[in-house]
Structures are given as structure tokens and as C-alpha cells.
């Protein structure tokens, strides 16, 4: 029985495919994330990369409310690795967790880690300090509840008048307005020793003229209009060119005399520069500017440009780093090369649309009842009214009152109508005397039948009315899932800041399957509706000309002269 309803969970896509986990038995589920580091020349060491979950990635229904149960395995599938949970939505169906995987390099062409979840009693071992490099020596991820402070184990407190962005980059951002955010002089940030500053920008208008990053006279990051200058005591690099109202990624390296400058992973400028002082002075970030800001860092060492190209590239909105398996199970829904696109939408599918297509299914399966057991009854009528109305046509006078003897015919309507007649004859009909019907007596014979008549047309079109409102509020059903799930999408994309066409895309795609969904019962609908209101019209017509003809017969032969 167990077996039976898994089957059936299965192909209604109500339930996701369980398996066992390789690497815990209590965790049911698991996702297999691949790597594709093609881009990167050089082996990185415990980079952290962002895993973005969304309602085309992961059902969300087959997880704890916080996400709890989440675990990252290694490659080998066995060692756990450490993650954070920046943000977990299970309402809208949106998570962004920061994973420190052991190695990224081109050279792995299978490289990849595995998430498990599906374990209710599971608690989280999320951990935001630990997966933190030695090198990093301010970290600002701008949450609203730890808006001014650091994340790294420097823990930093900074000041300023910033406000946060629910729909950030990663998480929330921070909004500035022109007055800066000012990070306190620290030891630990010291160029001669090597030093690397990044971060993600969104200016909210260009041309502008502000300084994204500033230390008196030592070292002054600053755009002028769209372009970056870097300026190391007296020495300026310039490069890169801004866009407006777009997320761009920004650093700049110092190491042995030599300047980086870098935009969205890509070197723009660089030169030789003279050594500066860090420590003693305090840090200006976006003094003059407008716009959003987000993952400040700050390291101690000068990071490379593969290092560069793989922040920039894993943590973008539109990251192709990493890649979820599409369906649920170890190895996804790609076996063959080819997406399992219907397990996709089905996962995708938002509560409203999943209620809008339960109510469709019923009422399809009510349309399909109705049409069966319609053609079934037409069917039936049709066959019987064709026996009995050639006994009829054949009958002479003597037999024209006889034929309800031996009669076998259970859906003849013509022999209804007949016999209802017939019952009325028979009334008026005295024992020893010779049937003589005056004209008032046909006329209630007439009224007799014609009652009947309205019965049996009644008795043929009912339950037609279910086919009309399944033609007519099919399509309407599945357009408000259609709507409603658009709506949710679009909201809970906003709440997030994940504008990427992977988080878009399936969300929409799933909606557009509750018209889907309404079209499918309103066609076969449509079509079985007139087909059977035809075959109805028909046996309704037949009806009319077998009284006519009943009543003008009797008439004739039982009238009074």
C-alpha cells in the first residue's frame, strides 16, 4: 500500500523523489551542485561561493520552515562543509547560503558538492565566523539587524548614516547617500604587507562625481562621472567604466609597489605606485555617492585576479559558477542531456497554483464523467428509439395499441413518450364500448405526452450544465493562477533582490501551467459539449415528430367522426 501511493505521489508531482542518502540515512533528500570553474586558471584554496535557492532550484515543501536541516557535503561524500545561511524565505521560497567548498579549479572537470536536506529533527549547524579566510580582515554584509558591523572575527563597528536595502545584492545592502560610511583605523589593514578592497556597487545615477573608498592622502578610490580612478599618494590609474543602476563589482589590489584596479572580474587598469601607510588613518566608503553597496571586504594580502574573477563571478546575480540539479534525486533530471522540464514546473509551482490546479483536475475529471456517461446515454437512446420506431411505423390499427406488449426497450425515449399516450388512451377507454376519442380527449393526450416530453428532454440535458461552466470558468480559473503566481514571483523577487532570469524564469513558467491546466479542461470540454448537445438536439427533435405523429394516428383511427 505504501508502495502504491509513493507511485501515485509520483506521477501526480505532489510529493519530490526521496533517496537515500549516501551520506546520512537521515537526510532524505539531496541536490548535486557542480562546479564550472573553466574560467579559473589557478587553484583557490576554501573559496566561499553563494548558493542561491529559489522556487526553480529546490522545493522548498520538502525542507524545515528555517532551513535547519540544510547540509554541504564534499565532493567524496562524506566531509560536511561549513556554510552560513544569509537568508532563508521558505514563504517565498528564496534562500542565499554562503558555502566554503575545498578547492575551485579548471583542472576538476567533475568538480562538485552535494546538499542534503529532508531531516525534521535536524538542527542547523550554520556557522557565520568559521568559514571565514585568515586574510579577511573586515567583512560588511550590511544585515539589518548588524547593519554598521563587521562579520569577521576583526569585528569592526562602524559609523555612519546608512540605511538598508531589503532587496540587496545578496541578502539586504546598504543605501548611502552621499555621506559616507567610516570604517575606524585598525592595525590589521595594513598595505605594505599586501591588501585587497572589494565590493559590490549599484550607483543609482551616473555621471556622478564620489569617492568609493578614501584614506586621506594615501589612497583614494573614486569615480568621475562612469570611469574609476585610483589613487596611490601621487599616482593615479585609471580604468573600467560604470553603468547606472546595475550591480558592478569593484577592487583594487596593493602588493610590492604594484596597483590592480578591477570591474566585474576583469583587470581595467594597473601601476606602479609607491608604498602608503593603512593603519593609522580611518577608511571613508562613498563619500559623494548614491547609490547601494554591498559585501565589503577588506584583506590583508592582495588577492589574485583568479581570486578576483571568482568573487565577482560567484556571487553576481546571474552567476553560471554553479549549477543546482534540476528535479530532485542525486544526479537531477539530466541523465540523458535533456531537462526534465515538466518536473521543473511542477517544482516551481507556487501554493495558489497548486490549489488553482487541484480545483481544475476535479473539475476536468467531473467533465470527463459527464461526457462518458452522456455518450454512453445518447448512445443508448439512439439504438432502442430506432428499434421501437420501426415497430411503430409498422404497426396497423389494430397493433397501434398493442405494442407496449413484449416491449424491451429500457432508454427509448419514443416508447416513454409512447406509453405515457398510451395511459391516457387507456383511461378513456370503456369496457364492451369502441375506443372513441372526441377532440378534447386528444388534446389532453397531447398535453399528456408533451409533459412527458419536457421530462425526457430535461432528463437528456442534464448535467450539460457542468460542461459550460467548465468551458467558460476553465480558462478563467487558470488565468487567476496565472496572475496570482506572476504577482508572487515578482514579490518575492523584490524581497530578495534576485533579479537573475534563473530565479525569474520557472516561477513564471509554473504560473503559465495553471492556463495551461485551464485550457486543458476547457477544449475537451468544448468539444464534447457540442457533440453531445448535438446528438441531444437530435433525440430532442425525434421526440417532438413522434408525438406528432402519435397523436395525428390516433386521431385518425379513434376519433369520433
Known amino acids: 500500500m505504501k508502495k502504491l501511493l509513493v507511485i501515485l505521489s509520483l506521477l501526480m508531482g505532489i510529493f519530490p523523489l526521496s533517496v537515500l542518502a549516501e551520506w546520512n540515512e537521515e537526510w532524505s533528500q539531496r541536490k548535486k551542485i557542480s562546479i564550472n570553474a573553466a574560467s579559473i586558471t589557478q587553484a583557490i584554496t576554501q573559496p566561499s561561493v553563494v548558493v542561491r535557492l529559489h522556487s526553480g532550484n529546490f522545493d522548498f515543501t520538502s525542507v524545515n520552515v528555517d532551513g535547519s536541516d540544510l547540509r554541504f557535503i564534499a565532493q567524496d561524500d562524506k566531509t560536511e562543509l561549513k556554510y552560513f545561511v544569509e537568508k532563508f524565505d521558505a514563504v517565498n521560497e528564496l534562500a542565499i547560503i554562503w558555502v566554503q567548498v575545498p578547492q575551485i579549479s579548471s583542472a576538476d572537470k567533475d568538480a562538485h558538492f552535494w546538499l542534503y536536506y529532508g531531516n525534521e529533527n535536524a538542527t542547523s549547524s550554520a556557522n557565520p565566523k568559521i568559514m571565514l579566510d585568515s586574510h ?93 580612478n585610483l589613487k596611490i599618494a601621487d599616482v593615479v590609474i585609471t580604468g573600467g567604466e560604470l553603468k547606472a543602476a546595475a550591480w558592478q563589482h569593484i577592487a583594487f589590489t596593493l602588493n610590492a609597489g604594484k596597483a590592480v584596479l578591477y570591474l566585474n572580474g576583469t583587470e581595467v587598469a594597473k601601476g606602479d605606485v609607491p608604498t602608503v601607510d593603512t593603519t593609522t588613518t580611518d577608511i571613508k566608503i562613498g563619500e559623494g555617492f548614491t547609490g547601494e553597496v554591498d559585501e565589503l571586504e577588506i584583506a590583508n594580502i592582495a588577492r589574485s585576479a583568479d581570486f578576483v574573477r571568482l568573487i565577482a563571478s560567484s556571487e553576481s546575480v546571474d552567476s553560471q559558477l554553479l549549477k543546482i540539479a534540476e528535479g530532485e534525486g542525486d544526479e537531477g533530471a539530466e541523465e540523458e542531456g535533456e531537462a526534465n522540464y515538466l518536473a521543473i514546473l511542477i517544482n516551481s509551482l507556487t501554493i495558489d497554483a497548486k490549489i488553482v490546479i487541484a480545483i481544475l483536475a476535479v473539475m476536468f475529471a467531473i467533465s470527463v464523467w459527464v461526457m462518458w456517461s452522456k455518450a454512453m446515454l445518447v448512445s443508448r437512446t439512439d439504438k432502442d428509439n430506432k428499434k421501437f420506431l420501426a415497430r411503430f411505423q409498422k404497426a396497423n390499427a389494430d397493433d397501434l ?43 389532453a393526450i397531447k398535453a399528456a405526452i408533451d409533459a412527458d416530453l419536457v421530462r425526457e428532454t430535461q432528463r437528456q440535458n442534464a448535467g450539460m450544465v457542468l460542461l459550460t461552466i467548465a468551458i467558460s470558468g476553465g480558462p478563467f480559473l487558470g488565468l487567476l493562477g496565472t496572475v496570482v503566481g506572476v504577482m508572487i514571483t515578482f514579490a518575492a523577487i523584490a524581497a530578495a533582490g534576485d533579479v537573475n532570469v534563473n530565479a525569474i524564469a520557472p516561477g513564471i513558467a509554473a504560473a503559465l501551467l495553471a492556463t495551461v491546466a485551464g485550457l486543458a479542461v476547457a477544449i475537451p470540454a468544448l468539444f464534447g459539449y457540442n457533440y453531445l448537445a448535438s446528438r441531444i438536439k437530435n433525440i430532442t427533435i425525434a421526440m417532438q415528430i413522434f408525438v406528432d405523429e402519435f397523436v395525428t394516428r390516433s386521431a385518425e383511427l379513434f376519433g369520433k367522426e
Open 136 to 228: 579577511l580582515v573586515a567583512k560588511f554584509q550590511f544585515s539589518e539587524k548588524a547593519l554598521l558591523q563587521d562579520s569577521s572575527p576583526s569585528g569592526i563597528l562602524a559609523s555612519g548614516k546608512i540605511t538598508a536595502q531589503k532587496a540587496g545584492l545578496i541578502g539586504e545592502s546598504a543605501i548611502l547617500t552621499g555621506e559616507s560610511l567610516v570604517i575606524p583605523a585598525n592595525a590589521a589593514i595594513n598595505a605594505s604587507a599586501g591588501f585587497t578592497w572589494s565590493a559590490w556597487i549599484k550607483p543609482s545615477a551616473l555621471p556622478q562625481t564620489a569617492s568609493l573608498y578614501s584614506q586621506e592622502k594615501n589612497v583614494d578610490l573614486s569615480v568621475a562621472a562612469q570611469t574609476l
Open 401 to 443: 395499441l398493442e405494442l407496449d406488449k413484449g416491449a424491451k426497450y429500457p432508454y427509448s425515449n419514443l416508447f416513454k413518450l409512447y406509453d405515457a399516450g398510451l395511459r391516457e388512451i387507456k383511461k378513456r377507454q370503456h369496457e364492451g364500448e369502441k375506443l372513441s376519442l372526441s377532440g378534447a380527449s386528444m388534446d
